[in-house]
């Protein structure tokens, strides 16, 4: 079944048996030993920096992960580490200015957009979604006409998450076919609701569900009367000139440079590579392409305040409780999380098949995204390790415990 962490983070994962592979894969730990490195500032946090390596060499090693990139930013520059290999034919590494499919990450961009919209009072955070989506929402309990803009950016709309009633082995036979959004919207619909204690509404409990942020695409082209990429694109992608980010649609390459993505669908499976992929499946809950460098700028123009008006962030930053036990709170698209060294960041993770990804910025300038290139099938703590990547990656040259 699918795991919490993995669902929280990501647009799509396989409900099939994964387990830690019994070694790496052939070659990897050689290139992994020698990991490369790009900066693009000297950094003088050695032991973070240390740090930080080893968790790139554990990722291609003992979680079995090809390849690996985290990327830092803050006020006296940026770095670049990498691990392991982008194709495990040809044993290239991986690139410093990779791209890759970002999956949930897609999320901040999309609630960005939405509350962009309630910035011009064209869009009612707290208005039913029946207004905008008048009969779109119905059916087996769920109803669009108790159910606010709000509770979708949230996750408390109780709506059934669609991926649990896709079957994900036929996605891997034919990864170029293309989805339909409302079907999809559709195959969540012809199910109850996820609430799980009796007579709970929406608005009571939260349950991750990618149902909402495809609803939530939808919405965004009801009232602009263009495609939510487009907005995205207006929006965000052009005024913070994120060159390397796209949102594909049927495409099912990766434009620039790229590591391949690979699953791995089953116990001791052989890799599948499934770079050539149409995202149209994932939507507006996780298609879009982008880089480490360029999702640090946009999580840095997002948490500073550089893309919403200061009540329309507020909203965003108004955070409830995910009911895990990492501290991990859920915004309107953007998570906030303790970190180690003190205070908290914002942020996402993200899968789809191929790739995983987790990014975060605080309010004081520090960013940093990690990719890895499988997904599903690498250890379970590749999870783990991906997000203590981040928080290294964010307490970079910071005192422990400090405020």
Known sequence: MIKYKRALGGA??????????GGGLP?????????????????????DDAQLRALMHRLTTADGV???????????????????????????????????????MTKPFVATVVLELVGEHRVDLDAPVERYLPGVVRGHGNDGRVITVRMLLQHTSGLPDYLDHLNQQDILKDPLAHHDTRDLVNLALAHPPTFEKPGAKPGSEWHYSNT???????????????????????RIIEPLGLHDTSVPGDATSI?????RGYVRPGKDAPLMDITAFNPSVAGASGEMISSSTDLNRFLD????????????????????????DDGREYGL?????PLPCGGLYWGHGGDVFG??????ATADGRQATVMTNVDPGGADAQDDDMEAAVQTGLCEGRPAHSQ
């Open 12 to 21: 799509l994962t396989l409900a099939v048996a994964v387990g830690v592979m």
């Open 333 to 337: 698209g953007l998570e906030s999380r």
């Open 212 to 234: 909402n942020y495809l609803l939530a695409g939808m919405l965004i082209e009801k009232v602009t009367g263009h495609s939510y990429g487009e907005e995205i694109g207006r």
């Open 27 to 47: 070659g990897n730990a050689a290139i992994a030993a020698t990991m490369a490195e790009s900066t693009t500032a000297q950094s003088t946090h050695t032991a």
């Open 66 to 104: 090809p390849g690996a990139l985290v990327a830092t930013r803050d006020g006296h520059g940026s770095a670049v580490l990498t691990s392991g290999v982008a194709d495990v034919d040809s044993q290239a590494p991986v690139r410093g200015d990779s791209r890759f499919r970002i999956g949930s």
């Open 355 to 360: 790739y995983q990804t987790a990014g975060g």
């Open 255 to 259: 434009p620039g440079p790229y590591p």
């Open 301 to 324: 123009a997002l948490v500073r305040g550089k893309l919403l008006r200061p009540a329309q962030l507020k909203a965003m930053m108004k955070t409830r409780s995910t009911g895990s």
